[in-house]
C-alpha cells in the first residue's frame, strides 16, 4: 500500500476494517461504557490505535483478542511513522 507524504505515512485502514470483527470491536467497547466511533477508526490511524489500546485495560480477553485481530488485519507494524505520532 502507498502512503501519501502529506498523511503522515499513516496507514488508510479503510480497506481492511470492516465486518464482524470491527462490529464485535465496537459493541464490546460499548457494553464495557466507551462509545466507537466506525468512521473514525476506519479513516483516523490514531484515533483507532488508542481505542486498541484502550481495549487491553478491560479485563475482557475476547475484546483484547478482537483488538490484536484488528491491528494484524492492518499494516500499522510496518508503517513508517514519523517519531512525533
Known sequence: MQHSAHLG???DWSSCWHGPDLDSFIRRMH???TVVSRTLMQ???RYALEHLVLA???AD???QALA???FESS????APWP???
Open 43 to 45: 479513516f483516523d490511524s
Open 83 to 85: 517519531s512525533g505520532a
Open 9 to 11: 505515512t499513516r496507514p
Open 68 to 70: 490484536v485481530q484488528l
Open 75 to 78: 499494516d500499522a507494524q510496518s
Open 56 to 58: 487491553h485495560t478491560f
Open 31 to 33: 457494553a464495557h461504557g
Open 61 to 63: 480477553g475476547r475484546l
